[in-house]
């Protein structure tokens, strides 16, 4: 197969757990790589934010801040 195709396909896969997961709560950089790790994507905060960012950025998600554990967390 086609590493072209293949990089597309699997990062296609990746956007739909991220949405699926995001329209069934809030998510969160960290827990959103350990749940993909979960699943057999190896994914780390390299990949995982600029991906998160872009989604936001094309109106796919939406972001606000909380304070947990007095610590900033974007969601």
Known sequence: MNSRYEKKLYLGFLNMHILYHASKEPIYGVWMIEELNHHGYHVGPS??????????????????????SGRMRKY
């Open 47 to 68: 990949h995982i934010y600029p991906i998160l960012k872009e989604m936001v950025k094309e109106g796919l998600l939406e972001v606000y801040e909380n304070s947990e």
